[in-house]
């Protein structure tokens, strides 16, 4: 990666495999980096994660370079591929762990999150109101290898079809001017 100052943004939104499979598609992504974030256990697992007691959310550590997409685009994409009004949940997976939530890491970011979710209420993008937790960014463990690049290893699974399929597309129709030319 050549002397590009990327900028981190940490985004839950459901399932991780969901998110990081829109954002690995995104122009100016360098690595989109699926993990837990938000809880109070260090080095959580897996298993104890989705048992919904420790507090973290499946979240992705998206390193972009602002001088391609700026930070509030990546925020219309997050909150045009799943659901930031449903509390807890997205689709069949739920827990505090699906919550959808933006980490910001800085105050910058926590301005444009803030500035985002109050324009999609006004203009009233949703039916219900947005319950997209915004709060400052704290450690991030990443996922076992086992859950990176997930979509891309098991595109014929199911759940890939029937749940990520269908956000990919959605990226496609409205974000065509933001997709990497050779991961559509």
């Known amino acids: 990666m050549e002397n590009i100052e990327y900028k981190i943004a940490t985004l839950a939104g459901g399932c991780f495999w969901c998110t990081e499979a829109v954002f690995e598609?995104?122009?100016g992504v360098a690595k989109v980096i699926p993990g837990f974030t938000g809880g109070q256990i260090k080095n959580p697992a897996y298993r104890e994660i989705i048992s919904g007691r420790t507090g973290h959310a499946e979240a992705i550590e998206v390193h972009f370079d602002p001088n391609v997409i700026s930070y509030k685009e990546l925020l219309l994409?997050?909150?045009s591929t799943h659901d930031p009004t449903t509390l807890n949940r997205q689709q069949y997976d739920k827990g505090t762990q699906y919550r959808s939530a933006i980490f910001y890491h800085s105050e910058d970011q926590e301005i444009?999150?803030?500035e985002i979710v109050s324009r999609l209420g006004?203009?009233?993008v949703f039916i219900d109101p947005?319950?997209?937790e915004i709060t400052?960014?704290?450690a991030f463990y990443e996922a076992e290898v086992e859950?990176?690049?997930y979509y891309t290893n098991h595109r014929q699974q199911q759940y890939c079809q029937v749940i990520i399929d269908p956000?990919?597309?959605k990226l496609q129709q409205l974000f065509a001017d933001k997709l990497k030319k050779a991961k559509i």
């Open 136 to 138: 400052e960014a704290s």
């Open 167 to 169: 956000k990919i597309k």
């Open 112 to 114: 444009d999150a803030l």
């Open 77 to 79: 994409i997050f909150f």
């Open 25 to 27: 598609r995104v122009e």
């Open 147 to 149: 859950h990176k690049e």
């Open 130 to 132: 947005i319950v997209t």
């Open 122 to 124: 006004e203009e009233k």
